[in-house]
C-alpha cells in the first residue's frame, strides 16, 4: 500500500472538512459499507468475533478484523482478549459507540420509509 504524504493538500482538505463539517466526521468514523452493520450488531451487548461473522455473512474475516481495528482505534467498541486456548475476544461499544444508537436507528426508520418493499419469490 502506498504511503500517504501527510502534507498534500488532499490530506490537508481532508483534515479540514473532518474538523469543519460533522457530517464528514461523522461519515469518517462510520462511513463504509461494514461499520455502521458492526456498530449496529453491537447495539444488542457485547459480541464475540465468531457472533460478528455468523451475523454478517457477507463480510470476509480479513474485512471485519479490518473494520474491528479501526472502529477501536476510533473509539468506537472496545476488545477485550481473554488468555485462554483457543483465544476468546469480546467486542463491545463504548460510551461514544452507544451514543450513535439513535442515529442508526434514525438510518434504519429512514430506508424503511423510502426503499421499496422487498419481495421474494415470483
Not at 24 to 39: A, E, S, V
Not at 80 to 101: D, M, N, R
Amino acid at each position: 500500500m502506498t504511503k500517504v504524504k501527510e502534507a498534500s493538500t488532499n490530506q490537508l482538505n481532508k483534515q479540514l472538512a473532518l474538523n469543519v463539517c460533522p457530517v464528514t466526521y461523522t461519515l469518517g468514523k462510520i462511513g463504509g459499507r461494514w461499520k455502521p452493520i458492526i456498530i449496529y450488531n453491537l447495539l444488542e451487548g457485547t459480541r464475540r468475533y465468531s457472533e460478528l461473522k455468523r451475523l454478517i455473512p457477507a463480510i470476509s474475516e480479513k474485512m471485519l478484523i479490518q473494520q474491528l481495528k479501526q472502529l477501536e482505534a476510533d473509539g468506537l467498541i472496545q476488545r477485550k482478549s481473554f488468555p485462554v486456548v483457543p483465544p476468546f475476544v469480546e467486542y463491545s461499544l463504548t460510551g461514544s459507540g452507544k451514543a450513535l444508537q439513535k442515529v442508526l436507528e434514525a438510518m434504519v426508520s429512514w430506508a424503511n420509509s423510502e426503499r421499496a418493499p422487498f419481495h421474494s419469490g415470483g
